[in-house]
T-cell receptor, first 113, second 117 residues
């Protein structure tokens, strides 16, 4: 049972444009959501997060939106840069659950010149 | 300071053999996590330590998998009688604390790529 889903395995965007990565979840107990970025042969690195009590969190070029009623979150990157090319994982956590993360399958973002 | 380190970076073994994977967390981090990432999948939780004790081992797939953290720092993931299906990247992460009502950021190591022939 995939509790966190990323239905787009890949996304290609031109440099300077907006990248939108989507994530859906099924477990209503999730109350903290994160995006991780992963380059080949490296571990995932934390990018941005959002608590379930908010619907938007912004950090520089990165914004995460949360729609609890739809159990959907998205990551917006604007403007996209070639260095953003990586695999992006959506992850979720349950308060009191020891912070263990449930990950989606990832979206490979390619930012083209 | 240094990040999370994992050794070896690559491990090739034969079916039926025993392997140990090591994780050195960030100094001072009390919580340590093991995840497994199979090809085309996201990382999947295996086990979580708070200090020396395993607080949650619900993700371990079967009794061939075992992990220890005897002094509350370095952890070793042990896999007995390896099978081809165990081939994956094994990721370790640490955080300042685990549990509680607020999230504590997890910092990941580069992983150990295990290949079982």
């Amino acid at each position: 049972d995939q509790q966190v889903k990323q239905n787009s395995p890949s996304l290609s965007v031109q440099e300077g444009r907006i990248s939108i990565l989507n994530c859906d979840y099924t477990n209503s107990m999730f109350d903290y959501f994160l995006w991780y970025k992963k380059y080949p042969a490296e571990g995932p690195t934390f990018l941005i997060s959002i608590s379930s009590i908010k619907d938007k969190n912004e950090d520089g070029r990165f914004t995460v939106f949360l729609n609890k009623s739809a159990k959907h979150l998205s990551l917006h990157i604007v403007p996209s840069q070639p260095g953003d090319s990586a695999v992006y994982f959506c992850a979720a956590s349950v308060a009191g659950g020891g912070n263990k993360l449930t990950f989606g399958t990832g979206t490979q973002l390619k930012v083209e010149l | 300071g240094a990040g999370v380190s994992q050794t070896p970076s690559n491990k090739v073994t034969e079916k039926g053999k025993y392997v140990e994977l090591r994780c050195d967390p960030i100094s001072g981090h009390t919580a340590l996590y093991w995840y497994r990432q199979s090809l085309g999948q996201g990382p999947e939780f295996l086990i979580y330590f708070q200090g020396t004790g395993a607080a949650d081992d619900s993700g371990l797939p079967n009794d061939r998998f075992f992990a220890v953290r005897p002094e509350g720092s370095v952890s070793t993931l042990k896999i007995q009688r390896t099978e081809r299906g165990d081939s994956a990247v094994y990721l370790c992460a640490s955080s300042l604390r685990g549990g509680g009502s607020s999230y504590n950021e997890q910092f990941f190591g580069p992983g150990t790529r295990l290949t079982v022939l």
